[in-house]
């Protein structure tokens, strides 16, 4: 084939708000208003974060990042499918990274969108955050099955779709993931964490990583990318093209509109 | 192809109590109650006069798993499939996957190891409190969860490169669904409703023997009329008939390799 002939090379970078970025703050402009910092940094985080830092130096053409601040497992499936399965992609050759979050976290539609439940929140706990924890026994053990399953239907859904799946996680649970589902599909053949710990690596403002720690957390997904899965890695690509579509959708619809 | 070369063909159906069978008592009398290990004895009995019995041989399919489990929830029901089906792809079969979905309003969780289906009709469980206060439409919401699972079991399928089609246990929502997800898996029509004493259990006011052979009948006829091609027209011998809709349980597994 020649180079004329080549697909493009896409990054779907699936996630919490780990893969948003939140946590590259761009100092000088905040207003100490959390939320209006958070909309007004968002475009930060994404340039920032570390699927633009991989997707560049894996020499990808663009990056199409779905992370979404506070969602759980089940919630990054869900938007796969609503914002990537009516995309036509056949131009592209797709690699999908999926960074994981803390397993307990759940979702249900609720209001005719998506939304996510923390049960693992440390405070303000919602009715239903709090029956889970009342109802399921060791939930971070219990809710590792469910992660589970979720992979497992992401499998399916990439291999359908001819897409490339590659998993991690911010999160220590990836370690017990390890021994109950074992798959060549994670970056690192044995479990590294790659949470930074030291301060300087960590936003003072919302306690998750800064540009030092994305940096950080790229590099040891490089290292795996590169050992275990060479065959992603082309020439550096500095130049790359993104898109953040992880925002929820809203059916546009009601009760009386459907019936 | 000639008849020599032709693949045979299997049906698999998924679904709650509806699709198990649930409600084939035969005669017993109107005040039996049945509980514990007395049910376990009739659940052989359900699943030889469930519908998906008696449809795998108006299909002339050669053989039939029917995961139907009763109380399941559809998460449950796709976890349960995952668990025993995910790297299966039955490549000798021409596999017609039917989904007969049930109330929307139950969820499943992982629970030490086994698959936990909640009914949110139960108020005894916490959870019901929890997701009722807080779920805004208990109508269209569960039901666009519901249709989350469907939409990733057709790529699922197509991927393991089966026939998929699904209907709702409940005619109310075929309206919501026509909005929400247009697609020609689904088979609209009302199997469940409006039926005659006669063809439902005195015990559990589900269909009875009766019952599920004119379900199935109404089932039948709509695959034909929509979906021709997966009607086989030769006459097969033998069916083979597998009951697999119980769950794997995952007991606290953390120290030993791949249990999945």
């Not at chain 1, 969602?71 to 990537?84: C, D, G, W």
């Not at chain 1, 060479?230 to 690509?237: L, Q, R």
């Not at chain 2, 005669?27 to 039996?32: A, F, K, R, T």
Request: charged share 25%; glycine share 6%.
């Amino acid at each position: 084939m020649n180079s004329v002939n080549k697909k493009k090379k896409l990054l779907i970078t699936l996630g919490c708000s780990f893969t948003l970025g939140v946590g590259n703050w761009n100092e000088k402009s905040l207003t100490n208003d959390f939320y209006t910092d958070f909309e007004l940094n968002r475009e930060n985080f994404i340039t920032q974060g570390w699927p633009n830092r991989v997707g560049k130096y894996l020499g990808y053409d663009k990056v199409l990042n779905l992370g979404l601040e506070g969602s759980a497992n089940s919630t990054h499936v869900k938007t796969f499918l609503e914002r990537i399965l009516p995309m036509d992609l056949l131009e592209w050759e797709v690699l999908v990274i999926w960074m994981m979050t803390e397993p307990t976290r759940f979702s249900f539609y609720n209001g005719l969108q998506n939304t996510d439940y923390l049960p693992s929140a440390k405070s303000n706990k919602s009715p239903l955050e709090k029956a889970y924890l009342d109802e399921i026994n060791e939930p971070l053990y219990s809710s590792l099955y469910d992660q589970v399953f979720y992979m497992k239907l992401m499998e399916q859904v990439c291999e359908n779709n001819g897409y490339d799946l590659l998993f991690t996680s911010w999160n220590n649970s990836l370690q017990q993931l390890y021994k109950i589902y074992p798959s060549d599909k994670y970056i690192h053949k044995n479990w590294v964490d790659i949470k930074p710990k030291n301060s300087s690596y960590i936003s003072s403002i919302c306690g998750h990583p800064n540009e030092k720690g994305y940096e950080l957390i790229a590099n040891k997904l490089i290292e795996g990318i590169n050992e275990n899965h060479p065959k992603y890695k082309n020439e550096s690509n500095k130049d790359i093209e993104w898109e953040w579509l992880g925002s929820r959708i809203e059916y546009p619809i009601d009760n009386k509109t459907l019936i | 192809m000639n008849s020599v070369n032709k693949k045979k063909k299997l049906l698999i159906t998924l679904g709650c109590s509806l699709t198990e069978g649930i409600g084939c008592y035969g005669d017993l009398p109107e005040n039996s109650v049945i509980e514990g290990k007395d049910y376990e004895k009739f659940r052989n009995r359900f699943h030889k006069y469930s519908w998906p019995s008696q449809l795998v041989k108006l299909l002339n399919y050669d053989k039939l798993i029917n995961m139907g489990f009763g109380g399941s929830s559809t998460s449950g029901q796709l976890k349960v499939f995952m668990q025993k089906y995910e790297d299966e792809y039955f490549k000798d079969y021409e596999v017609l996957c039917l989904w007969c979905l049930s109330e929307p309003l139950r969820l499943s969780f992982y629970n030490s190891g086994h698959i936990e289906n909640v009914q949110l009709t139960n108020e005894d469980i916490s959870f019901t409190k929890g997701y009722l206060e807080q779920i805004s439409d208990i109508t269209i919401d569960p039901l666009l969860d519901q249709l989350f699972y469907v939409k990733t079991m057709r790529q699922i399928c197509e991927n393991k490169n089966w026939n998929f089609l699904a209907f709702h246990n409940d005619s109310m929502f075929i309206n919501y669904i026509n909005k929400l997800d247009k697609n020609d898996c689904w088979l609209h029509d009302s199997y469940f409703e409006n039926m005659e004493k006669d063809y439902l259990s005195p015990i559990c006011d589900h269909p009875n023997e009766k019952g599920y052979k004119i379900i199935a009948l109404k089932i039948y006829e709509n695959i034909k009329n929509k979906n021709y091609n997966l009607v086989n027209n030769e006459n097969v011998n033998k069916i083979e008939m597998i009951y697999n809709g119980d769950s794997l349980n995952y007991k606290y597994l953390l120290n030993e390799s791949n249990p999945l």
